[in-house]
T-cell receptor, first 112, second 114 residues
Framework: DQQVKQNSPSLSVQEGRISILNCDYT??????FLWYKKYPAEGPTFLIS?????DKNEDGRFTVFLNKSAKHLSLHIVPSQPGDSAVYFC???????????FGQGTTLQVKP | DSGVTQTPKHLITATGQRVTLRCSPR?????VYWYQQSLDQGLQFLIQ???????AKGNILERFSAQQFPDLHSELNLSSLELGDSALYFC?????????????FGAGSRLTVL
C-alpha cells in the first residue's frame, strides 16, 4: 500500500528550463510534506517543505505547490542547473510520530 | 557532514550471519529513525525511537531489532541474513518525535549479503 507515489521514475530537462517533479498521496491525515534530494553515495538531504495549511512555499529556485483536494504536490525548480541532477524524494509526515513516508523517487537529469 | 554518523559505511557478509549497524544522531536530537533502501526502491520506514523508547514501527522483519541507548545512539541488529536483506540502511534523527518534522539523514550503511 503505497501512500506516497511518484509516478515518474525519471525526468530529463535542459539547463535553464523548468523542472517539475510530481507526487501524489492517499492519506488525508498527512499534514506536512517535504522534498529531499539525494546524490549517489550520500544520504538524502532536506530541500523544502510545506504545511497543509499552505498551498505554496518558495525558497530561491525551488517552489513546492500543494493541492489538498487533489492530494497532489509538485516541486518546481527554476532555472534548472546541472548540479540539480539527483534523485528527488517526496515525503509526507505523520503528525503523531513525525515519521516520514517516502515516495519511490524521481531521478532528475539536467543537461548542459 | 549532516551531523548524523553511521557506521560501518560498507559491510559484506554471508547468509545466515548477524550484523549490527550503528547510528549517532545529530547533537540535541532525541528521535532516531531507521530506513531501508533496496535496489531501485524508495526509502522504507523500519522503526523509530524517541529518547530511548520505541515510538513507531514499520514493516520491520522479526529478524531485525533495534534499540536506542541512554546516550541516544541507536543500533539496528539484523540476524539470519538473507540475500534480500542487501540494501542501504539509513539512519535519520530529529529534535522531536512528533509533528512537522525535518529528518536529518546519515550517509547510510551499505549491506551486501553473499
Amino acid at each position: 500500500d503505497q501512500q506516497v507515489k511518484q509516478n515518474s521514475p525519471s525526468l530529463s530537462v535542459q539547463e535553464g528550463r523548468i523542472s517539475i517533479l510530481n507526487c501524489d498521496y492517499t492519506n488525508s491525515m498527512f499534514d506536512y510534506f517535504l522534498w529531499y534530494k539525494k546524490y549517489p553515495a550520500e544520504g538524502p538531504t532536506f530541500l523544502i517543505s510545506i504545511s497543509s495549511i499552505k498551498d505554496k512555499n518558495e525558497d530561491g529556485r525551488f517552489t513546492v505547490f500543494l493541492n489538498k483536494s487533489a492530494k497532489h504536490l509538485s516541486l518546481h525548480i527554476v532555472p534548472s542547473q546541472p548540479g540539480d541532477s539527483a534523485v528527488y524524494f517526496c515525503a509526507a509526515s505523520e503528525a503523531v510520530t513525525g515519521k516520514l513516508i517516502f515516495g519511490q523517487g524521481t531521478t532528475l537529469q539536467v543537461k548542459p | 557532514d549532516s551531523g548524523v554518523t553511521q557506521t560501518p559505511k560498507h559491510l559484506i557478509t554471508a547468509t545466515g550471519q548477524r550484523v549490527t549497524l550503528r547510528c549517532s544522531p545529530r547533537s540535541g536530537d532525541l528521535s532516531v529513525y531507521w530506513y531501508q533502501q533496496s535496489l531501485d526502491q524508495g526509502l522504507q520506514f523500519l522503526i523509530q525511537y524517541y529518547n530511548g523508547e520505541e515510538r513507531a514501527k514499520g514493516n520491520i522483519l522479526e529478524r531485525f531489532s533495534a534499540q536506542q541507548f541512554p546516550d541516544l545512539h541507536s543500533e539496528l541488529n539484523l540476524s539470519s541474513l538473507e540475500l534480500g536483506d542487501s540494501a542501504l540502511y539509513f539512519c535519520a534523527s530529529s529534535r522531536s518525535g512528533t509533528g512537522a518534522n525535518v529528518l536529518t539523514f546519515g550517509a547510510g550503511s551499505r549491506l551486501t549479503v553473499l
